[in-house]
């Protein structure tokens, strides 16, 4: 599959998991969690591109705390600080683009 498609098919999945957390669909959205992220690994593994990998990979972190919430929200366990974890990851790898960025 080409990796722009499956970067826009992945967008679709984050939008509807997303939606299913708002309207509080809370099957759909949790089983929504597995292909959302397997998407992000894919696109992360097929990058060629060692700047976009970090953005891509700050990218899974987002969707993984993003996930991460949206599971705490639905069935009330833990703290959505559960999430804080991928999101200091996210930072870091975005930071790493960032560092890449102004080196060059």
Known sequence: MDRRILE????????????????????LGSFLILPTIAAAIWILIITKDQNEFWVN???LFWIMANSTWMLVDFFQFGSKYYSLPSFI??????????????KN
């Open 8 to 27: 826009n098919f992945h967008v679709l999945l984050w939008l509807i998991k997303d939606l299913c957390w708002a309207m509080e669909f809370q099957i």
């Open 57 to 59: 990979l700050a990218v």
């Open 89 to 102: 990851c996210g930072f870091i790898s975005f930071g790493i683009y960032c560092y890449k960025l102004w």
